[in-house]
């Protein structure tokens, strides 16, 4: 077989893996966001929160700060939460993950902290108000978690986690207020 017979398969075969995969492309179309992720863009960006905790098993009463820098992951199936919070029981360093549960038609969200800690917990949204519920196990007891946000503008919302024991009523651990940071306009020359 001549060079040119040769490049011409080898031109021939890679015409037709092209071709193929433009056809594969076509009839399996790459997953998009559906609208229930885009309402987790009111959390993108720089969020200044402060609040006040209530003693309790998570750590000692006082007050607490912390920043929280949300964006979506590639692809934006996934708002990434980078946090850092001064608590009374010490500085914490964490990181989380927000999605949709389409199947279940719930919000999700994973968080690991610089305590050891792991959460998971599902949220609904209803109008301008976030309700996320977790089960954790506490000395060997199941404890609901319930963490409320209520969006008072675009920039602001009060937050609320309580707890309450298997058959027990709701107590307050801490709660506050988070402020997304706007960027001030570049200084005229």
Not at 123 to 152: A, P
């Amino acid at each position: 077989m001549s060079l040119d017979a040769k490049l011409t398969k080898r031109l021939a075969g890679a015409l037709l893996i092209a071709l193929l995969g433009a056809f594969a492309a076509a009839q399996n179309p790459s997953p998009k966001p559906g609208p229930e992720l885009k309402k987790l863009d009111y959390f993108t960006g720089t969020w200044h929160l402060t609040g006040t905790m209530n003693a309790s098993p998570f750590g000692p009463a006082g007050k607490f700060t912390g920043t929280e820098n949300n964006q979506w992951m590639p692809g934006g199936f996934f708002l990434l939460s980078h946090n850092e919070e001064t608590m009374p029981a010490g500085k914490v360093k964490g990181f989380s993950v927000f999605g949709y549960d389409s199947d279940a038609k719930a919000y999700t969200y994973q968080a690991y902290n610089s305590m050891g800690e792991a959460e998971s917990a599902r949220g609904i949204l209803e109008g301008n108000i976030w309700t996320w519920t977790s089960d954790m196990k506490w000395q060997g007891k199941v404890v609901h978690g319930r963490f409320t946000v209520r969006t008072t503008s675009a920039t602001a919302y009060d937050f609320k986690f309580e707890t309450a024991p298997e058959g027990g009523d709701w107590t307050t651990v801490m709660e506050g207020k988070a402020t997304k940071a706007t960027t001030a306009p570049p200084a005229k020359k």
